[in-house]
Nanobody
Framework: QVQLVESGGGLVQPGGSLTLSCAAS????????MRWYRQPPGKEREFVAR????????TYATSLKGRFTISRDNGKKTAYLQMNSLKPDDTAVYYC???????????WGQGTQVTVSS
């Protein structure tokens, strides 16, 4: 059974940091590119970051580059999103997804809430 389980969300003050985790099971994790998306309240879901299966290449939303870092540990079947210098505008539900390159196979997690507020 395929599962993606996000964790690490919560309430953080502006300027703070959080690291989100996405634990995968039920598929060959290292074959899948991992992505993080977020959905701010009342807005559409938006792309945050992507990392290839080997971890050799990363891509970021232009507005987030420099503050957010995506990484993965294929041995632990887990992807991460390190978020620094958080702003209230970063408040959103954060989702991870796994995509098999060259196919339409995509899996999604259930999301984790991140709230940036003083």
């Amino acid at each position: 059974q395929v599962q993606l389980v996000e964790s690490g969300g919560g309430l953080v003050q502006p300027g703070g940091s959080l690291t989100l985790s996405c634990a995968a099971s039920g598929f060959t994790f290292s074959s899948y590119a991992m992505r993080w998306y977020r959905q701010p309240p009342g807005k559409e879901r938006e792309f945050v970051a992507r990392i290839t299966g080997t971890g050799s290449s990363t891509t970021y939303a232009t507005s987030l580059k420099g503050r957010f870092t995506i990484s993965r540990d294929n041995g632990k079947k887990t992807a991460y999103l390190q978020m620094n210098s958080l702003k209230p505008d970063d408040t959103a539900v954060y989702y991870c997804s796994a995509a098999l390159p060259g196919t339409e196979t995509v899996y999604w997690g259930q999301g984790t809430q991140v709230t940036v507020s003083s």
